[in-house]
Nanobody
Framework: QVQLVESGGGLVQPGGSLSLSCAASASRFNLYRMAWYRQAPEKQRELVASLTTDYSTNYADSVKGRFTISRDNAEKMVYLQMNSLKPEDTAVYYC?????????WGQGTQVTVSS
């Protein structure tokens, strides 16, 4: 069983920055594809960014050039640096770990972008 714990959410003004962190308990963390998803009120959960085991990245069009996903295999951490935040980025952000078609989720952290 993999446990994921997110942190770093909060309230930020438009144009500001936030950094999210996700701590994983996986024993072979380096074998997991890691990703961040988000879910806004009354909307479906959507992929924000993913990072494979060979460090290939994929971003939603809406966040390209503003968000950066990274990982530290030694520390079993994954990060999401969010810059130039917009009100439409407001959502609960979830950390996801995937291996062999098994998905694991964190509890989520709220990000609110508002003046």
């Amino acid at each position: 069983q993999v446990q994921l714990v997110e942190s770093g959410g909060g309230l930020v003004q438009p144009g500001g920055s936030l950094s999210l962190s996700c701590a994983a308990s996986a024993s072979r963390f380096n074998l997991y594809r890691m990703a961040w998803y988000r879910q806004a009120p009354e909307k479906q959960r959507e992929l924000v960014a993913s990072l494979t085991t060979d460090y290939s990245t994929n971003y939603a069009d809406s966040v390209k050039g503003r968000f950066t996903i990274s990982r530290d295999n030694a520390e079993k951490m994954v990060y999401l640096q969010m810059n130039s935040l917009k009100p439409e980025d407001t959502a609960v952000y979830y950390c996801n770990a995937q291996i062999f078609n098994n998905d694991y989720w964190g509890q989520g952290t709220q990000v609110t972008v508002s003046s």
